[in-house]
């Protein structure tokens, strides 16, 4: 059963769309899952300047999961990756005590790029929160799949099904991709205390109520829920034990208010290194003033 549809709410991050579903007011977290974006689809032309790349930015408190289903975006962080993600692939950084990133579309720029895709955060135990910063890549072979007729199934991360990734997640949790043909069905099982549905393409019907795409329905505790595919659907299915109020506050988490107060200051003040490949720019604390402009955009 729903107990609530939540509309994924366009924002424009300059040159680029995204859908931003999580958090909600009437919904702030879906177990430890306290951020989910939809990032376009979105067709960029070759050429496109480098203003349109997520530049450097810092985290605390949580663990990025981003998943691609159309296109190619390179990952450059603070601990020295440097990571093309393309569809079906993981990457997961853990930002714990405080790291930096920025999301490039070199891909794109050389040649055009059809982008689609999805990044969720999710939240740390306390006592992980001021873990060491990490990052991890997983290949699509090395994701469990499944499948029968018209389902086709990958677990992103966690564990479900019976299943479990080598995603190094750090409470119980699962992140699904499913595909379905049309009329095909799917039962997702009741094996976590908070899941929900994310509808990228097509329309599906949970428990016999109409999801379009762009939608995420937050599904009841404790009953399994049935999917039916109304065309050819994408669907995201996550979820897992909660872990207690957190706040958010723009790319920062944490269980104590004070925690981000500190890290805002700490990127103010220049104390959190950025990318080595990214040092000439950043992304400034809202409300400050814009950094000097980069002769290379």
Known sequence: MIELVLPARRKDLGGFE???VLPAVLKRAVGP???FDHMGPADLPAGIPRTVDVRPHPHIGLATVTYLLDGEI???DSVGSEQPIRPG???????GRGITHSERFEKARAQGDHV???QAWVALPEADEEAEPGFVHVDAAQLPAFGEPGVHGRLIAGSALGLTTPVPVASPLFYLHLELADGARFALPAEHADRAVFVARGEVEVDGQRVAAGHMAVLATGRATDLVAHGAVTVMALGGEPLGPRFLEWNFVSSRRERIEQAKADWRAGR????????DEFIPLPGDPPPPPNPMS
């Open 18 to 20: 995204v859908g931003r």
């Open 33 to 35: 899952f306290v951020f």
């Open 74 to 76: 390179v990952h450059r």
């Open 89 to 95: 692939e993981v990457n997961w950084m853990t930002a």
């Open 116 to 118: 689609d895709g999805l």
């Open 272 to 279: 959190m290194k950025l990318p080595d490949l990214d040092h």
